[in-house]
C-alpha cells in the first residue's frame, strides 16, 4: 500500500474552490402569543415572593407584638411579686403577729428558763442572779424531769441522788 | 430650564445642606426617649428581713386642656382614686397644661383607670417605698419622699447607695404615640440601687420598742429610747424611740415623732455618768474597788452650793465599790476631788463626750461638754454626777459597751454590709476602736458595776436570773431650756448596763432612758425594761447562764 502509493503519479493541481454558498432559509417571524406563560410563571413568581415576603414580615412582626407582650408581662409579673412580698412581710410583722396573738387570747411568752442538769435547780430565779452564782439558787416549784417521781423502795439501789454525775440515771428510775 | 434649576437647587439644599436637621426633626417625631428609673435598693435587718422596699404603683395624671367633659370625667375616677369629686373636677377643669390626679396608686387602681379610655387621662409606671413593719425602727429606718429621695435616717444617709442610676430607652412610635415593634430601639439599662443590710435585729427591736411603749404607758412617762449594743462590733442591735411615727405615712406625723431621740437628742445623764467618773479614778489609780471613803450624806464644795446624797444618812465610811452601787454623789464627789478636774474631763472626752460617735445616722449630736478651762467651782461636783453636761442615749450606751468590751471603744454602726446590684453582698469595713481604759480598770469596774443590781444597790430590779449583770442607775433632772435651772419635778430616769458581766464582749449593752416617768427613779421604772429586754436579747443571742450549753437551734440573731 505504500509503496503503490510511492508510485502513484502525481496529482494534478487542485482546481480552484467554489464559493461556499449560503444556506439561507425564511424561518417565522416569533409570536408574541408564545411569551405567555413565562410572563405568567414570572408574574406568578414576583407575586408569591411579594406575599411571601408581606406574610414573613407580617409574622414576625406578630413575634415581635408577641415578644413586647411578653415583656410587658414579665414587668407586670416582677411588680406583683414585690407587692405580694411586702404583703408577707407586713403580714408577718412582729407587731402584727403580737397583735393577733393577743386577739387570739395568747400571752406574752416568758423569759426562757434554765434547768440545772441534774440538780434541778432553776438558774434563773432572781435570787440566783442576786448571789452572782446560779448554783447556789433555791429550787424552784416549776417541774423538770430530774425533780418529778419520788424514790420508791422498789427503786433502792437505782436512785438518783443530786451528787450523782450520771443524770441518765434519773431517767432509768422514772416509770 | 429655569424650573429644572430651581427643583435641583432645591434638592441640593434638602438632601445636603439641611439633611442632618431634617433628619433630626424626623427623628425627632418618630423617635421617643423614656427614663427608666432604677429600683431603689431594699434595706434588711441582719438576718435578711425586709424592713424597707420599693414596689410597683401608678400615677393617675391628667391634660386638662385636652379633657372633654372636667365633671363627669371626675366622676367616673371618684370612685377608683378614693378622691372627692369636686376636687377632682377643679383639677380638670383648671389652665394646668399637667396636673397629678393620684400619685403612686396600687398598680390595679391604674389598670382600671387606664381601662376607662379617659380623654385627657393618662397613668405612668411609678413606684412606692413601702415599710411592711410599719412602726418598726421607723426613726432609724427613716423614709423617702414622694420624688423617692430619701429625706431622713438611712434613707438618707445611704441615699446614694439605694437610688441606683436610671437609665433610659430611646424608641421608635407610631403617630398615636404607641412603641413600634421591630422599630428602632437604643436602650441604657438602668442601675438598681444596693441594698442595705442593717445590724438591727427585727425581733429584738420590737421587744424593745415593745417593752419601752408598756414603760411609758405605766409610768406616764413623755417619751423614751432603748438602745442595745453589741460591745466588741459596737453593732447596734435595736434603737427604739417614743413617740414614733408610721413611715409608710410620715407626712401625717409629727417632727417630734419622726426623731430619731436616741441619736440627735442630748439629755443630762446623771448617775449613770458616774461611771466615767470612776473609771477615771481606777485608771489613775486615786482608788481602787477597796478604797474606803468617809461619806457624809451631804457635802459643801462651794461657798453656795451643798451636794447631797438621794437619802439622809450618818458618816458612813464604805468602800469605792458602795459608793457607785448606791450611788453615792457625795462619794463620787470626793472621788472626783482627788481626781481633778482636768482628769475627769480627759476621762469624759476619751469615752466620746462632747463630739459625735460616728454612727453612720444623719443629724448626730456631738452632746454638751463645757470645756475645762472654763468650769466654774460647783463644775467638777456637777460633772462629777452627770448634771452639767449633756449626751445622748447611744453616747452613754458607748460608754458602757466600752467598759464590757474590756476598755476597748468600738463606733457604733447600724449598717454591716451592703449587697450590690448584682446580688453579691460585702461587709462594710469594721468601725474603728481605740482603748479608753485599761483591761484591768475595765474588770474592776465591772465588778463594781455588778454590785449596782445586787442587794443593797440601786438597781435590783435589774436583775436577770442565772446571769451576772452590771450597770448603773440614773435619775437626773431636766433643764429648763426657757431659763437657766432645771424644770421642777422632772426628772429622767435611766438604766444602763450590760449582761452578762462575765462574758461581757460576748453579752448585749443596753440603755433604757424614759423622760419624766412617775414615780423618777432609773431603779424603779427603768430597770424592769432593761431586764426585759436584755433578757430578751440574751435569747436570741443564745446566751444560756453560766454552765449551760446553748440549746439546739436557738440563738440565730448575731
Not at chain 1, 411571601?52 to 415583656?71: M, P, W
Not at chain 1, 423569759?111 to 424552784?140: I, K, V
Not at chain 2, 391604674?110 to 385627657?120: D, N, Q
Amino acid at each position: 500500500m505504500t509503496q503503490a502509493a510511492s508510485h502513484a503519479p502525481p496529482r494534478p493541481a487542485r482546481a480552484p474552490r467554489a464559493e461556499p454558498q449560503h444556506r439561507l432559509r425564511v424561518i417565522r417571524a416569533p409570536r408574541a402569543g408564545s411569551r405567555l406563560p413565562f410572563l405568567a410563571l414570572a408574574g406568578l413568581v414576583v407575586v408569591v415572593g411579594v406575599l411571601g415576603l408581606a406574610a414573613l414580615t407580617v409574622a414576625v412582626n406578630q413575634q415581635a407584638f408577641a415578644i413586647a407582650r411578653l415583656e410587658q408581662q414579665t414587668r407586670d409579673s416582677a411588680g406583683r411579686y414585690t407587692v405580694l412580698q411586702a404583703d408577707v412581710d407586713r403580714l408577718r410583722s412582729p407587731a402584727r403577729l403580737s397583735q393577733v396573738a393577743r386577739e387570739r387570747g395568747l400571752g406574752a411568752a416568758t423569759p426562757a428558763r434554765f434547768q440545772r442538769w441534774p440538780s434541778a435547780r432553776d438558774a434563773t430565779t432572781p435570787a440566783a442572779a442576786r448571789d452572782g452564782t446560779a448554783s447556789q439558787a433555791a429550787p424552784t416549784a416549776a417541774p423538770s424531769p430530774a425533780a418529778a417521781g419520788a424514790p420508791t423502795a422498789a427503786d433502792a439501789g437505782r436512785v438518783w441522788t443530786p451528787d450523782d454525775p450520771f443524770p441518765l440515771k434519773q431517767y432509768l428510775a422514772q416509770p | 430650564m429655569v424650573g429644572f434649576t430651581v427643583i435641583s437647587a432645591r434638592l441640593v439644599a434638602l438632601q445636603v445642606v439641611d439633611s442632618s436637621n431634617l433628619a433630626a426633626a424626623a427623628a425627632g417625631q418618630r423617635l421617643r426617649k423614656v427614663e427608666l428609673p432604677a429600683g431603689r435598693g431594699r434595706i434588711f435587718d441582719r438576718n435578711g428581713r425586709d424592713l424597707a422596699l420599693s414596689v410597683d404603683a401608678r400615677t393617675v395624671y391628667a391634660q386638662p386642656p385636652l379633657v372633654a367633659d372636667p365633671r363627669r370625667t371626675a366622676a367616673r375616677l371618684a370612685p377608683l382614686l378614693k378622691i372627692g369629686r369636686g376636687e377632682l373636677a377643679a383639677k380638670l377643669g383648671g389652665d394646668a397644661p399637667f396636673v397629678y390626679l393620684a400619685r403612686k396608686v396600687r398598680p390595679v387602681v391604674g389598670a382600671r383607670v387606664a381601662r376607662l379610655r379617659l380623654a385627657g387621662v393618662g397613668v405612668l409606671d411609678d413606684s412606692r417605698r413601702t415599710y411592711p413593719d410599719g412602726r418598726l425602727a421607723a426613726q432609724v429606718l427613716g423614709f423617702v419622699g414622694t420624688d423617692g429621695d430619701g429625706l431622713a435616717g438611712l434613707e438618707l444617709h445611704y441615699e446614694s447607695l439605694l437610688q441606683g442610676r436610671a437609665g433610659w430607652t430611646l424608641l421608635e412610635q407610631d403617630p398615636r404615640g404607641r412603641p413600634i415593634p421591630r422599630g428602632r430601639r437604643h436602650v441604657q439599662p438602668p442601675v438598681p440601687g444596693s441594698d442595705v443590710v442593717t445590724t438591727l435585729d427585727a425581733p429584738l427591736q420590737f421587744k424593745a420598742e415593745d417593752a419601752l411603749a408598756r414603760a411609758v404607758r405605766r409610768h406616764h412617762a413623755h417619751g423614751g429610747s432603748i438602745v442595745v449594743l453589741s460591745p466588741a462590733g459596737g453593732e447596734v442591735l435595736a434603737m427604739a424611740n417614743l413617740p414614733a411615727f408610721d413611715p409608710n405615712g410620715f407626712a401625717r406625723s409629727k417632727p417630734a415623732q419622726r426623731r430619731n431621740r436616741a441619736v440627735v437628742d442630748a439629755f443630762e445623764p446623771g448617775s449613770t455618768n458616774k461611771t466615767i467618773t470612776a473609771a477615771a479614778a481606777l485608771e489613775a489609780g486615786v482608788v481602787t474597788p477597796r478604797t474606803r471613803l468617809r461619806v457624809p450624806d451631804q457635802l459643801r464644795l462651794c461657798p453656795n452650793k451643798t451636794f447631797h446624797d438621794a437619802h439622809r444618812h450618818g458618816l458612813e465610811t464604805i468602800p469605792f465599790s458602795r459608793v457607785v452601787a448606791e450611788s453615792s454623789n457625795v462619794g463620787t464627789i470626793r472621788v472626783a476631788q482627788r481626781l481633778g478636774a482636768r482628769r475627769l474631763a480627759a476621762a469624759a472626752a476619751a469615752f466620746g463626750y462632747g463630739r459625735p460617735t460616728g454612727i453612720d445616722f444623719p443629724g448626730e449630736s456631738p452632746g454638751l461638754v463645757t470645756p475645762v478651762e472654763r468650769w466654774r467651782c460647783t463644775d467638777l461636783g456637777v460633772n462629777a454626777i452627770g448634771q452639767g453636761v449633756a449626751v445622748t442615749v447611744l453616747q452613754m450606751a458607748s460608754v458602757y459597751a466600752t467598759v464590757a468590751n474590756g476598755g476597748v471603744l468600738v463606733e457604733p454602726s447600724l449598717v454591716r454590709g451592703v449587697v450590690d446590684p448584682w446580688g453579691r453582698y460585702r461587709d462594710l469595713p469594721p468601725t474603728p476602736a481605740r482603748r479608753v481604759v485599761s483591761e484591768k480598770t475595765a474588770r474592776d469596774l465591772t465588778r463594781i458595776l455588778t454590785g449596782v443590781v445586787k442587794e443593797g444597790g440601786t438597781g435590783t430590779e435589774a436583775a436577770i436570773g442565772g446571769y451576772q449583770v452590771a450597770g448603773k442607775t440614773g435619775t437626773a433632772r431636766v433643764p429648763d431650756t426657757r431659763k437657766s435651772g432645771y424644770i421642777p419635778g422632772a426628772y429622767i430616769a435611766s438604766f444602763i448596763g450590760f449582761a452578762p458581766a462575765d462574758r461581757a464582749r460576748d453579752g448585749v449593752v443596753v440603755a433604757v432612758v424614759l423622760d419624766r416617768p412617775t414615780p423618777i427613779y432609773g431603779g424603779l421604772v427603768a430597770a424592769p425594761t432593761f431586764r426585759e429586754v436584755a433578757s430578751f436579747a440574751m435569747q436570741r443571742l443564745g446566751l444560756a447562764p453560766r454552765g449551760h450549753r446553748r440549746p439546739a437551734g436557738e440563738g440565730g440573731g448575731r
